[in-house]
Every structure is written in structure tokens, then in C-alpha cells.
């Protein structure tokens, strides 16, 4: 179906936005399975170097078609997203809970750079969901990033709920220890403390705490 990169489009974005575009872009290309497919790519790419509002409309049409592939509406909600357009929000949450991790990052990029004041209510509720915790990892990411009044809580909430011993999903709870630490906020010393008990979290926790000021004893650097 030819090749692309030669003439690879920008987003409508900041330069950060283009190394996760051009990214996403490679990856859907091997998605594509006919020459209507390739036809809609291009098409999605040209109106993704295009400034507000010459073709936003139609990005945002290509969220709500019917029968629209997921790869096609995951470029324009994400060329939305980066350029705050609030109508990427609802496609963007569908896709941070997604089955593929990749697909999730890439949702967390543009929500993270959307401004909407319903997303980090929206990653909050994902992520404190037990559920829905084998996808939580990115939208914990992702209010440790967003700093949010509903981060702290959250990441406190859903460290606690995974501190049992076996738990699978520690990469989640890793997160989260990373995410409290990046924060600073001292409201996470307890399951912090917790959390040093866990074999896989134990020097990460020491760390953060140290960030916090607090030694490995309990007691005050």
C-alpha cells in the first residue's frame, strides 16, 4: 500500500506530540486491510496537519460515524485530544480502559494535554475500580501526571487494595508507589510504610518516603 514516511503528517499539537503521533501512525498502518482503509488513513492524516478549526469537524465526525474502525477514531482522538478539544474526551476514556496497553499510553498522551477537568474523575474512577485493575496502569500514570485533587486519594485507594501478598498486578501497585512519590503528598505515608513490606515494592516505597523525608525507621530525615 505504499509508504508514508516520507511525508509523515504533524498533529496539530506541540512538538511532544509528535514522537507519540508518528508512533501511533506507524503502529495503525499495519492495521489497514483494503484500499478504502489506506484511502481513510490518508485522509485522517491530512486533516491532522491542519490548525483549528479547518478540520476539526470532520475529526470530530469520525468519533461518532458509524462503522468507523477504532484505529480511525483513535487518530482523530487523539489529534483532537492534543489540540484541547474537548470532543475527543469520551472516545479518549473508552481507550484508556482498552484491553491493549498500547492503545491505553497513547489515550493518556492526548488526555493528559485535553485540559478537560472531567479527566482525572474519570482515571480516578478506572483506577480505583477492582474490575478493572489488569488496565489500570495507565490511568494511574496518568493522575500521578495530571496532579489532580482526585490523584492522591485515588492512588492511595488503590495502592491499599493491592498490598496483599500474590497480587498479579504489581506493575499496577508499582505505579502507584511511583505516582506518590512524584506527588509528595503526606497523606501517602501509611501505605507507603505498607508497602515496604512487599518484596517487589520494598525499595521503591523506602524511596519514596525519602522524598517524603522519612527514613527507613519511620522517623524524620
Known amino acids: 500500500m505504499g509508504d508514508h ?14 514522537a507519540p503521533f508518528h508512533a501511533l501512525t506507524d503502529r495503525v498502518r499495519t492495521e489497514l486491510r483494503s484500499t ?16 483549528p478549526p479547518a478540520g476539526h469537524d470532520e475529526l470530530a465526525d469520525v468519533l461518532t460515524a458509524i462503522e468507523r474502525p477504532l484505529w480511525a477514531r483513535e487518530i482523530a482522538a487523539f489529534v483532537l485530544g492534543c489540540a484541547g478539544d474537548p470532543r475527543a474526551f469520551e472516545t479518549l476514556v473508552l481507550l484508556l480502559n482498552y484491553r491493549d496497553p498500547v492503545r ?17 474523575r474519570a482515571a480516578a474512577a478506572l483506577a480505583t475500580n477492582p474490575l478493572r485493575t489488569a488496565y489500570a496502569l495507565h490511568p494511574v ?27 498479579p498486578y504489581w506493575r499496577v ?14 497523606r501517602a505515608l501509611p501505605v507507603l510504610r505498607a508497602a515496604r513490606d512487599h518484596p ?19 522517623g524524620a530525615a
Open 200 to 218: 517487589r515494592l520494598a525499595a521503591p516505597a523506602a524511596a519514596a518516603l525519602a522524598r517524603l523525608g522519612v527514613l527507613d525507621d519511620g
Open 104 to 120: 491505553c499510553a497513547t489515550a493518556a498522551h492526548a488526555l493528559a494535554r485535553l485540559g478537560d477537568p472531567r479527566t482525572a
Open 36 to 51: 478504502d482503509d489506506l484511502a481513510l488513513y490518508e485522509r485522517l492524516l491530512s486533516l491532522a496537519r491542519r490548525r
Open 141 to 167: 500514570r496518568l493522575l500521578a501526571e495530571l496532579r489532580a485533587p482526585q490523584s492522591v486519594p485515588a492512588l492511595i485507594a488503590t495502592l491499599d487494595r493491592l498490598l496483599v501478598p500474590g497480587t
Open 173 to 186: 501497585a508499582l505505579a502507584c508507589v511511583e505516582g506518590l512519590a512524584t506527588l509528595g503528598d503526606r
Open 5 to 18: 514516511r516520507a511525508h509523515r503528517a504533524k498533529p496539530a499539537g506541540t512538538d511532544d506530540d509528535a
